[in-house]
């Protein structure tokens, strides 16, 4: 198996793997946003979407789509720290949904090396 064909396999599963997480913390939505929450100009739309619904209907949509496509993926990711503000004096702590993106954060980041 090629070493990009592996890293693909890896960022994909780190996908599923944030999904896992968004569920397991009940915040996955079965129902999309109203077409408004995406014309925000913010970086993550902070202005129109909570960060795990950015994580949703934003990141994981945009990287999937990447995937199937067969296109570049981004060569710097730096999701994590956002998410650990995110759950900052918050009852869940995020942890595992947090250690998930800082995995994708370091295959992006890495480019598969």
Same mark, same amino acid.
């Given at each position: &198996?090629?070493?990009? /064909? #592996? @890293? $693909?396999? %890896? /960022?994909?599963? =780190? !996908? $599923?793997?944030? +999904?896992? +997480? !968004?569920? %397991? !913390? =009940? /915040?996955?939505? *079965?129902e999309s946003l109203p077409p408004e929450a995406f014309q925000s100009?913010?970086?993550?739309? !902070?202005?129109? &979407?909570?960060? *795990?619904?950015?994580l949703q209907f934003v990141f994981l949509e945009k990287m999937k789509a990447l995937v199937e496509a067969g296109h570049a993926l981004p060569e710097v990711s730096g999701i994590a720290p956002m998410? +650990? +503000? @995110?759950?900052? =004096? #918050?009852?869940q702590s995020g942890r595992e949904l947090i250690s998930a993106l800082e995995e994708m954060d370091r295959l992006l980041s890495s480019g598969g090396r």
């Open positions: &198996m090629s070493e990009k /064909v #592996r @890293h $693909l396999d %890896q /960022v994909t599963d =780190g !996908l $599923l793997q944030i +999904e896992i +997480e !968004l569920r %397991q !913390l =009940g /915040v996955w939505q *079965t100009t913010q970086p993550f739309c !902070l202005d129109t &979407m909570d960060f *795990t619904q950015w998410a +650990e +503000e @995110h759950f900052r =004096g #918050r009852e």
